[in-house]
């Protein structure tokens, strides 16, 4: 079922709870993809009714990037959904998500001033602000996010903490195309040339890996190896590459508990994030 309006959503929502049915969210953009529908069945497998979101949230985006050429395509996208199992999509108008004289922000400090919130700025107020609304409306007992957006897990979790927000948020594995690229719904705007350049993220981090595996501990060296391995291609350009603890996202200099290594590059115009999490104990 297509739902459009908070008001009709809300009263479907409550008539669940009332049978005591739990409730599953994933909220999306839209241009979905098999990254989502993973979401998405993990979500009906642990709930007994899902919501889906697609919305393109404006408040997002920088000035300069790309919300207007953001891949939209509700009929798809409503398909894909049901079949993957949700009960409900919601799909509002940015009018009916946010009021013209809105005076109100979400904003988690520390955990955004690196990575794509340095890079972005505004962008994670514009989530925070965006998914509290959402969390509000469906009032989910579980949300379900990718970790290939590995920092806006991180935010999100601290900022539903703070704000005592009751849900559990489900982290999910990161689901790549059979040739290791992350899939996103960024990737359709990749020219062939671009698409095969894009490999270089995902092989830069197994190189990372490997690496790690074989014993390496000095993040500098880890980072070197990545980077080196990045700049070998002439499409891309080099957005960040951080090695950072898992938990306070502060950068490390020795590997010593789990780390995420994050990345952001450049293919053509296309900006593209990818991540790798060592867990130290499991080598
Ligand atoms: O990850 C996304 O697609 C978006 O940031 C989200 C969480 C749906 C908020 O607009």
Not at 152 to 178: F, H, S, T
Not at 234 to 263: C, F, G, M, Q, W
Not at 270 to 277: A, K, P
């Amino acid at each position: 079922m297509l739902i459009k309006e908070i008001k009709e959503l809300r009263s479907t929502i409550k008539s669940w709870k009332r049978e005591g049915l739990s409730v599953g969210f994933v909220p999306t953009m839209g241009a979905l993809h098999e990254g989502h529908q993973s979401l998405i069945k993990r979500a009906v497998e642990e709930n007994d009714k899902v919501v889906v979101s697609v919305f393109v949230n404006p408040t997002q985006f920088g000035p300069n990037e790309d919300f207007d050429s953001y891949p939209r395509d509700i009929n798809k996208d409503l398909e894909i959904c049901l079949s993957a199992g949700a009960n409900v999509v919601f799909n509002p108008e940015p009018s009916e998500m946010y009021y013209g004289d809105k005076s109100t922000s979400v904003s988690v400090s520390k955990l955004t001033d690196v990575l794509c919130g340095a890079k972005r700025p505004g962008h994670f107020d514009g989530v925070c602000l965006v998914v509290s609304k959402l969390l509000n409306i469906v009032t989910p007992d579980k949300a379900y996010f990718g970790e290939k957006d590995a920092q806006q897990v991180a935010v999100i979790k601290r900022m539903v903490r703070d704000l005592n927000i009751d849900v559990e948020i489900v982290a999910c594995p990161i689901i790549r195309e059979e040739d290791g690229l992350a899939k996103s719904s960024r990737n359709t705007y990749l020219s062939a040339e671009e698409r095969k350049a894009a490999l270089v993220l995902s092989r830069s981090l197994e190189i990372a890996k490997d690496t790690l595996k074989n014993g390496e501990r000095d993040a500098r060296k880890i980072k070197e190896f990545i980077l080196n391995e990045l700049n070998k291609e002439p499409l891309a350009k080099i957005d960040y590459v951080e090695i950072i603890d898992s938990d306070s996202l502060a950068s490390v200099d020795i590997i010593e508990r789990n780390i995420l290594i994050p990345i952001a590059v450049f293919i053509g115009k296309t900006r593209l994030i990818d991540n790798f999490t060592f867990e130290i104990y499991t080598y």
